[in-house]
T-cell receptor
């Protein structure tokens, strides 16, 4: 696609429910990143994919968080048993790996856990 | 641990002045550096990237890189109220991993 697409744009869920957030990167981009941004805060790194593999999962805050990427394209971030502190904007970005590259961001998913 | 550090601010400058934003990084393996601008409620968007020591100019923006000091800066000349945003510095290494700073909030006062 023309840009990084994330869905849903907004998600309100009840505490304890599971949620899935989707990211569709720019076509041909092999690198994909998930970040979390709480209100007024900076970007918190969650996980990085190179193709379908995740060389760096160090940012996942707990075992309730998992992510996968299939076919080297779409990625899903799953949060199990959501807690109120999970409320944030979840941003996905993708980049090429050729030369000096930049990360292009999607518009994010605003997650609210009530 | 790979880190990029920024002064969170807030930084306030009068309209027409030069705004100076600074960033330091700890990973000497970082090869490229990026400045992103993020308006409130929006996603970050790239302003400039730099990977060679020295200055790189693009319009009112100048990025500066000093690899010996592990220091990156962004200068905004003739600051405008529309420049008011949070500016994020990021470093990238050969593995294409990006490390973002926490951002500096800039307000340009008319």
């Amino acid at each position: 696609g023309a840009g990084v697409s994330q869905s849903p744009s907004n998600k309100v869920t009840e505490k304890g429910k599971d949620v899935e957030l989707r990211c569709d990167p720019i076509s041909g981009h092999t690198a994909l990143y998930w970040y979390r941004q709480s209100l007024g805060q900076g970007l918190e790194f969650l996980i990085y994919f190179q193709g379908n593999s995740a060389p760096d999962k160090s940012g996942l805050p707990s075992d309730r968080f998992s992510a996968e990427r299939t076919g080297g394209s779409v990625s899903t971030l799953t949060i199990q048993r959501t807690q109120q502190e999970d409320s944030a904007v979840y941003l996905c970005a993708s980049s090429s790996t050729q030369g000096v590259t930049e990360a292009f961001f999607g518009q994010g998913t605003r997650l609210t856990v009530v | 641990q790979k880190e990029v550090e920024q002064n969170s601010g807030p930084l306030s400058v009068p309209e027409g002045a030069i705004a100076s934003l600074n960033c330091t990084y700890s990973d000497r393996g970082s090869q490229s550096f990026f400045w992103y601008r993020q308006y409130s409620g929006k996603s970050p968007e790239l302003i400039m990237f730099i990977y060679s020591n020295g200055d790189k100019e693009d319009g009112r923006f100048t990025a500066q890189l000093n690899k010996a000091s592990q220091y990156v800066s962004l200068l905004i000349r003739d600051s405008q109220p529309s420049d008011s945003a949070t500016y994020l510095c990021a470093g990238g290494n050969t593995g294409n991993q990006f490390y973002f700073g926490t951002g500096t909030s800039l307000t340009v006062i008319p």
